[in-house]
């Protein structure tokens, strides 16, 4: 769950796991989303009875994880300057969201729907006239905006068109009203190709 942490409206970021008493469980995390992107050093949290089992895999699987990576993410997990550092980047990227979905409504609200995202770093919009979204992209970049198609994240591609994945977390909020009306742009004029 990288994105568990960056919750803006007062949800709960307990972990599904927590609630468990006499199932086994394993949880997994990453600093890389919170703490630093380029610190790329995730954690893993089991229940006893597996713990022996998981710690013999990443034996076998590699011997020498990032040891400064990890001690520099040691250092901060935990603690009040991580908690103070949380609260402040959540409101930083709740600040980006809001300015993010107000040009949603102004440029999208006639093509497409969503939700509000109650934390994370992405928006996913639903299309009201599905089309293949995978042959919008290169159109997209061409006018110097950029998305994610929403087909790779389904088991079958090819039977869930019309979602996009749009991350709010680095655009310049400068630039945000202009590249969310570009996007809209290249989708209007997909339809108008699909209708003829």
């Avoid at 006499?22 to 890389?32: D, E, L, M």
């Avoid at 009875?49 to 993410?73: C, E, I, M, Y």
């Avoid at 994370?120 to 110097?144: I, S, V």
Wanted: proline letters at 6%; glycine letters at 8%.
């Amino acid at each position: 769950e990288p994105y568990r942490e960056l919750s803006f409206d007062g949800g709960s970021a307990r972990p599904i796991v927590s609630g468990l008493k006499t199932a086994s469980w394993i949880y997994t995390g990453t600093v890389s989303k919170t703490l630093l992107p380029g610190l790329r050093v995730g954690y893993l949290i089991a229940s006893p009875d597996l713990f022996p089992h998981l710690l013999r895999l990443k034996q076998s699987a590699d011997l020498h994880t990032n040891r400064l990576g990890q001690w520099q993410a040691l250092q901060w997990i935990g603690t009040e300057h991580y908690r103070e550092h949380l609260v402040t980047l959540c409101e930083f990227y709740r600040g980006r969201r809001d300015a993010f979905e107000s040009a949603l409504q102004t440029h999208f609200s006639d093509l497409a729907t969503w939700n509000s995202p109650q934390g994370g770093l992405f928006f996913w919009l639903t299309l009201k006239q599905p089309l293949d979204t995978r042959t919008l992209l290169d159109t997209a970049l061409a006018h110097d905006v950029a998305f994610m198609p929403g087909e790779p994240f389904f088991a079958d591609p090819d039977a869930n068109h019309g979602h996009l994945r749009l991350n709010f977390s680095h655009i310049d909020p400068a630039r945000l009203d202009e590249g969310i009306k570009r996007l809209a742009s290249v989708v209007r004029a997909a339809h108008l190709l699909q209708a003829a």
